[in-house]
C-alpha cells in the first residue's frame, strides 16, 4: 500500500497544554469553588442486597453545618441504556454495597460526612448474588423482581429474570459445519476480572441552581449525556440543564456516564448555594464504573488447511446491579471476537448479567480487551489443534477486502495482512519458546485485533476572528489524550491556511455547542472532526466570495495558505486573511461556519443480528502486536523482554501523539494483564480500596515500545484518519497471554497472570475455568 502524500495538517505539532499541566496550573473541576460553594456527600449502603425498611434523616438535619439532604423523593426518575433502569438514589431497594441513599449538603466537607454517618437507615436483608454463575441458576434471586415494568429505550434485544439484556448474531448453518466430518473441533473457555481505570482526576462536579436551570460544571467525558440524564432524573426539560467542563484529569471510559451530576444539581436545588460534591480515593475504588469481568466459551471448526468454518460462542458480561454500559457494549462481541479473522458459519450471544455487585461501566477497547485475549488465545490453540504455524495460520485467515465480518458488513482494503508481513519482515520469528541461559522460560507471540471507532453524531463551529485567528467551538472534552490541544486544532488550520497556533479550542459548554455523543471509542478526531472540516468549509467558501471580490480573481483561483488569502501559483500575492475578514465584516457581517456530522452506515446482512446497537462498523481500525516474555518458573514472575506494534491509524496527523497514545495504551494493558485485580468479597463489597492493594503499574514498570505506524487503510475520517487513543490496549493481554502460554507449555485460559497464579500453571494446579453455567446452545433453546 503506497504512503499518503504529505498534507499540511500532518506535522508533530506539541501540545499547548502540556507547560501548564507539567507546572501544576492547569485548573480542573476538583480545584474549582469559592468562599459561596458548599460540599456534599453520600450517604452509601454498606450491603449488597436489602430491603430499606425505615430511614431517618431528622438526627442529621439538626446536625451542624448541614444546609440540606436529597433523598429518592427528590430525583425519582430512572435512566439507562437501552432500558431505564437505574435510580440514583436506592428507592426501597438496595441493590449493590456501596450504593447511594441520601446526599447531604453542609459547609464543609466533613460535616457532610459527619451528617451521612447521623442518617438511620433500617434495613431486611435480602439474598445477593454476587457471580453470573449465582445470577443464571435456575434457583437465583431477580436483581430485578420488577424488569418487565421498565421502560424499553431499544428495542430489539431479548431480556428477563437476571439476563438484562441479550445480542446475537447468527450466519450460514453452524450446526452443519461443526458436522462436517473433515474439521477439527476446537473449544475453550476464558476468565478475566474486572479493572479500574484509576484517572489522575476522581469524579466531580459544582453543580449551581440560577434562574431556574441548573449550571452543571463537571469533570465529565460527555457533556450532552450528563445534560439529558440529569434532566431525566430530575424530572425537568434539557434546557433546563446547562453543562460546562474545563480540562479533564483522566477518563478512559469511566467518565462516559453521568455519576455524581445529579447529587449536586438537586442539592443545588435544595440549598440554592453551588455545591460540590467530589468522590474520595476509596469512593472512586469502591464504586467505579470498571472494565466488567467477563465468562467466555468459544468453539470453532477447522479444517485440516486451516479455515474456520464454523464458530460459537457466547460471552457473559458482568453489568453488576443495572445495565449501564454493558447494555450497550453487548453489541461490540460481533466486532471483536467475531473480528480478525474470516468465518464460514457464524453464531455469537452475548448476556449482560445482573449481580448485586457495583456496576461496571467502559474502559478503553471496551470489551476488545478480554475478547481479543480469548481469541487469540483460542487461535494458538486451534493451530496447536491442526499443527499449524500461528503465524501462518494468522496470514491465512485474517479478514482481507471484500471479506464478510460476523454480521455480514464486507471489509474494504487489505490492511492486517499487510501489517502482519510488516511485524515479522523487521523480527523474523527465531523461536517461540526456549529456556534462556539464566534458567528463565522464553515465550513469543504474534497477535493481531480488530477495533473500530464509534462514530455518531459530531457538531461543530468555527468563528474566524478579526486578527486573522479562528476559535473552533464543540462539545468536545480535553480528557489528557490531547486530541482538542493536537489533531483538532491541526484539521481547522489546514483547512483554512493557518497555523494551529491560531486556532482557539474552546472549553465544552452546552449551551453554545451542538449535541455531540462525547470523547472516547476512538471518535474525536473522525467525528469531531469532520464536523469541524464542514464548518470549515463555510467559512472557506464565505473567505474566498469576500476576496474574489476585493482581488477582482474567480474565487476557484483563490487558495487559503500561510495566513493568507492567494491566487494559485503565485505564493505571496493576494491579501492576509485579517485583511479579508475586515473587508467581510463590512460586506456579510462575522465570518463563522457550522458543521455536523454523524455515521454514514455501513450495511450489514439483514436479519442476521438481535439486539444490536451497531449492526455494522464504519471504521474498522487494526493491531499487530508482537511481545517476548521471560517467565521464573519458581516464582512465576513475568518479565517483558520486548514489545512491538503495528498500529492502523489511517493517517498520522500527529506521529507523537499517537506514538503516546501507544506507549499509555500498552503500559494500561500491562496493568490488566499482568497485576491489577479486583476480588469481591461475601458482602458484595470491593476487597481493593486503595492504591496500596490495588497494584497498578509503576513509572518501573513501564517498557520501551517499538511503533510502526500503518498508513494509507481506507478511512471516512477527515484527511483519512483514524482514532488512535483505544486500540493501543486492545492486544495486550492477548500478546502477553499467548506469550506465556509459549513459554511455559500450559494453556493461559484467565487474567491476570499474576505471580501466583502463573506459578499454579506452571505447576499444573490451574485448569480451564469450569463454566457449566456458559451454554453454546442458546439459540436452540
Known sequence: MSEPTQNPAVMDLPRRDARDKLQGRTKYTVDAGGSDVIHAALLRSDRASARIRNMD???????????????????????????????????????????????????????????????????????????????????APLVHPGWRDYEILFEG?????????????????????????????????YQVGRQNQVPFEPRAVIAAYEDGRYHVHTSTQAPWTVKSVTAKVLGVPESAVRVTVPAVGGGFGLKFDCSLEPYAAVLARKTGRSVSLINSRKEEMMTCLCRENADIRIRSAVTKDGDIVGREATVLMDCGAYGGEQVFLTTMTAHTLGGNYRLGAVRLCTKAVYTNTPPNGAFRACNGVYNTFALERHTDEICKAIAMDP????????????????????????????????????????????????????????????????????????????????????????????????????????????HPDKVIVKTADTDAAGRDLGVGGGRTTVSIGAASEAACAQVRDKLLGVASELLQTPADDLVLAGGRVEIKGRPGSGA???KIVQQAELAIGPVSGSGAFTAPGVPAMPGCAAGHFIDAIDVPVFAVHDCEVAVDAITGHVEILSYRVVQDVGRALNRRAIHGQIQGGVVQGLGYALTEEITINAQGAFDQTGFENYRMPLAG?????????????????????????????????????????????????????????????????????????????????
Not at 433502569?85 to 449538603?105: C, K, L, N, S
Not at 428477563?160 to 473449544?187: L, P, S
Not at 519458546?433 to 453524531?457: C, M, N, Q
Open 57 to 139: 434523616v431528622g438526627p442529621a438535619l439538626n446536625m451542624p453545618g448541614v444546609l440540606g439532604i436529597a433523598t429518592c423523593k427528590d430525583a425519582p426518575g430512572l435512566h439507562g441504556l437501552g432500558i431505564a433502569d437505574h435510580p440514583i438514589f436506592a428507592d426501597d431497594t438496595v441493590r449493590y454495597h456501596g450504593e447511594p441513599i441520601a446526599a447531604i449538603a453542609a459547609e464543609t466537607v466533613a460535616q457532610a460526612r459527619a451528617a451521612a454517618a447521623a442518617i438511620v437507615v433500617e434495613y431486611d436483608p435480602l439474598p445477593a448474588v454476587l457471580t453470573m454463575a449465582e445470577a443464571l441458576a435456575n434457583d
Open 157 to 189: 434485544a431479548q431480556r428477563g429474570g437476571n439476563v438484562a439484556w441479550q445480542a446475537t448474531i447468527e450466519r450460514g448453518d453452524t450446526d452443519k459445519a461443526f458436522a462436517r466430518d473433515d474439521v477439527t473441533i476446537v473449544e475453550g473457555t
Open 391 to 498: 503465524l501462518s495460520f494468522r496470514r491465512r485467515n485474517v479478514v482481507a477486502d471484500q471479506d464478510l465480518g460476523a454480521t455480514g458488513q464486507k471489509f474494504e482494503g487489505d490492511v492486517l495482512g499487510p501489517m502482519l508481513d510488516r511485524m515479522i519482515a523487521k523480527h523474523p520469528i527465531e523461536a517461540r519458546s526456549a529456556t534462556l541461559p539464566d534458567g528463565r522460560l522464553f515465550g513469543r507471540s504474534t497477535t493481531v485485533g480488530t477495533w473500530f471507532i464509534f462514530v455518531g453524531p459530531s457538531s461543530a463551529t468555527v468563528n474566524l476572528n478579526a486578527d486573522g485567528s479562528a476559535t473552533l467551538v464543540t462539545a468536545g472534552v480535553e480528557i489528557g489524550s490531547g486530541t482538542m490541544m493536537q489533531s483538532l486544532p491541526q484539521i481547522v488550520a489546514a483547512n483554512l491556511g493557518i
Open 576 to 578: 492576509t486573511i485579517e
Open 701 to 781: 514498570d513501564v517498557i520501551p515500545i517499538e511503533f510502526d505506524l500503518y498508513e494509507g487503510a481506507p478511512s471516512i475520517g477527515p484527511l483519512g484518519t483514524k482514532g488512535a487513543g483505544e486500540v493501543p490496549i486492545l492486544n495486550v493481554a492477548a500478546a502477553i497471554g499467548c506469550a506465556v502460554a509459549n513459554a511455559t507449555g500450559k494453556p493461559v485460559n484467565s487474567l491476570p497472570l499474576t505471580p501466583p497464579r502463573v506459578a499454579d500453571l506452571i505447576d499444573g494446579k490451574l485448569s480451564a475455568p469450569e463454566m457449566s453455567h456458559v451454554s453454546l446452545n442458546w439459540a436452540r433453546k
